[in-house]
């Protein structure tokens, strides 16, 4: 096999150079981070869940007509994907308090939001991702108002599309963060999601017990990480074709 060459690399996925002008491959890596990298750990088995369920997702959305960067999955780690222009710009959409909302505001963990709530996060893990408003991202050009405008409209399709999803399979959306970029194609510029969706980047909670099934175990030594990503997996029905892989440990599977 000829040595791919590595575009980037960050704390849980690697992009390479693709096939074709205007692709890359997205691979998933095992290792789990916290903190912004401060915590960390590899677990085996973690990226092949990921990349499973992200896939899944993706696809869904591309045939809503959401678009994103997602193309088809390679193999159990890797995903052909459009490449775009990141955006520098996190956004997390909050359906029920939890987390660092809970730290900023004094709100009890588990409080029904009385509307689902976006927040934006400039993409610096030097400066620990700081929050920003819509003034920061316009002054600074990070975004233009129209992109911002797409950025919010898709944040918001998909949570709806992400909250009817997963409560029929008995989970709760808590919240998310999604990342967008630009894609060109020719003289043409649209807005698309990228990233990934899967439990590393949603809080996830079992409706009946609150169990959580997202990176929240990790941060927060529970323990049991890919035990409650391979339940996400196989409630969403895609645990097929993982599953002897996560036995034996990761592998790739062409």
Known sequence: MNRRRKIYEGKAKVLYEGPEPGTL???FKDDATAGNGAKHEVIDGKGVL??????FVFSKLNTLGIPTHFVRR???REQLIREVEIIPIEVVVRNVAAGSLCKRLGLESGTQLPRSIIEFYYKDDALNDPMVSEEHIT??????????DDIMALAV???DFLTGLFMGVGIQLVDFKIECGRLFEGD?????LADEISPDNCRLWDVKTRNKLDKDRFREDLGGLVDAYREVAQRLGILVEAENALTT?????Q
């Not at 002054?139 to 911002?148: D, I, M």
């Open 139 to 148: 002054a600074f050009g990070w975004a233009t108002p129209q992109e911002l």
């Open 249 to 253: 440990g990761p592998r790739l599977v």
């Open 188 to 192: 043409m510029m649209r807005i698309v």
């Open 25 to 27: 491959i997205q691979h």
């Open 74 to 76: 390679i193999n159990m």
């Open 50 to 55: 990921n990349n499973r369920i992200s896939e």
């Open 157 to 159: 399709r998909v949570n």
